[in-house]
């Protein structure tokens, strides 16, 4: 056996380059390539489909990829796993048969599936959505793969998973190998976002070269769970201690992150670089896994609509008091939600129209599109000639659009069917996990030794700290992160819950956890309902959080000199 299993990554959302399957399977060695297609939104955006088109369901984009693709990787001896299969598994295996059978190729097509809860979703608890899909681990992967499968797809399964499942059917690790299960775990959650490991979305993004194309990244996992992540030679983009620290603290909590199949200790790993674009994961732990599964509820909330007015010059806020009187008035029936943002973009003595302009926005939701809809729409048209001097909006407001509502469900994993379907019909039962742990926090490690008196310049977080942020649900997480022991024992003292608050003004009223990792010199904050009912929800004017971190380091803090 090889010492090291080879797995790739070539998408990281549904939409995601389309080139990089072949581009992955052209630009070196592989073993398996994976790809992660399932958002929380797109799972919405999949029901959607489904309920248009019950043979729908999956990523469609993923068959134009295996079109371009699949006969290399038959040639290559290269496997490929992705959950592309959304909410019809069994429709893409066959989309991918019949696609094989086009291009005369003989492939083993295998598929996973049990996800799919929304037929059960009232007796198991979780209301009437509109799609409800329980999180998966990887043993139906494993499963599929062990029958000679060549391609797997599964349903929602957890982004890990579809790394997970090639490095344990690979070296055949057991359902206890908590340590070798929970590496793989961390090396999966490093890749599955793709290029976000290779220097996209990067803070400190001066510093990657060739950043224009940044390649897709591979995960070298070992026999005891241990990785290097790297990509193909020649590729755009950079692997570093810091752009893999930056994705492993995206959409994480705490020190435990829990999967299906174990629960990695995010506290226990070590990174090094070990080489060119080459960065080591070490001494990872891993503990059994909760008994719940995670589910995915997704519903349509309603109707939504909104108009952006733009406010230039003087007088702004007395301009924004006007025109939103106005238009409450002329509503004869008020929207079930009414929120209106005033965003102060403008500067004094503005040297263009745009710079001296601030935008006022306004969002209303209701069960009713004609409130949000014709309603909204005419009151905010008639005032076009009645309201503040230099009165425009960025367009003019159009009909109600259906939004979407998440909300996280969970269930015990015994009551979650989990299915390995192979290529001949034959139906595998998956049993959940017999030994489990309930998730509980890791207290907070001991504060380093605080940094001594001395200067200190105000000036933005960002000149010394990374950050990344992202989406759970309603939540969001910023993690934060340094580069020194010096800055982090700055960092450790100075960015309280408290601070957080105070910079991000936002989250005053919110609930905010902060939580360490020394290893990775970092804290990571997880705000809950600062994105209301989900992405799809649109509360905010940023509904993912992902520049949220980003606003973060631009805000000023005193930071002693000796760091700078």
Known sequence: MPPVVRIGNCSGFYGDRLSAMHDMLAG?????????????????????????????GYAKTFLTQLEQSLGLALDNGVKIVANAGGLNPAGLATAVRALAERLGLDVNVAHVEGDDLVGRAAELGLGTPLAANAYLGAWGIVDCLN?????????????ASVIVGPAAAHF?????????????????????????ATGGNYSFFSEIPDLARPGFPIAEISADGSSVITKHAGTGGQVSVGTVTAQLLYEITGARYANPDVTLRVDSLQLSQDGDNRVRISGVTGEAP????????????????????VLTGLDIEAKAALVRSQLEAGLK???????????????????TEEAASALLHCVVRDADPSIVGRQFSSAGVELAL???????????????????????????????????????????????????LDLAPVPDPALPEELPAGPTRRTALGTIAGARSGDKGGSANVGVWVRTDEQWRW??????????????????????????????????????????????????????????????????????????
């Open 172 to 196: 055949g690790w057991k359902a206890t190998d908590y340590d070798a299960l929970a590496g793989a775990v961390a090396a999966g959650h490093v890749i599955e976002c793709g290029t976000q």
């Open 386 to 436: 009645a309201s503040y001097p230099g009165f425009t909006t960025t367009a003019p407001p159009g009909d109600g659009q259906v939004y979407g509502v998440f909300v996280p469900g969970y269930v015990d994993a015994g009551e979650v069917p989990h299915i390995a379907v192979h290529a001949d019909g034959t139906r595998i039962g998956i049993a959940p996990a017999t030994e489990t």
């Open 491 to 564: 960092l450790a003292h100075t960015l309280t819950v408290e601070r957080l608050r105070d910079l991000l003004p936002e989250t005053a009223d919110l609930p905010v956890t902060r939580h360490l990792l020394p290893n990775l010199r970092a804290v990571n904050f997880v705000i809950e309902d600062i994105l209301g009912q989900g992405v799809a929800y649109q509360a905010r004017f940023d509904p993912q959080a992902k520049g949220l971190g980003e606003w973060l380091r631009s805000r000023h803090l005193d930071i002693p000199e000796r760091l700078l």
């Open 28 to 56: 070196g060695e592989l073993d398996y390539l994976t790809g992660d297609y399932l958002a929380e939104l797109t799972m919405l955006i999949l029901a959607r489909d489904r309920a248009k088109n019950p043979d729908r």
């Open 147 to 159: 029958s000679g499968a060549d391609v797997v797809v599964t349903g929602r399964v957890t982004d």
């Open 333 to 351: 029936v008020r929207p079930a939600e009414l929120d209106w943002t005033l965003a102060r973009t403008d500067h004094p003595d503005a040297d």
């Open 290 to 309: 909760p008994p719940t599964l995670k589910v995915s509820c997704n519903s349509i909330g309603g109707f939504r609509n909104a108009a952006t007015f």
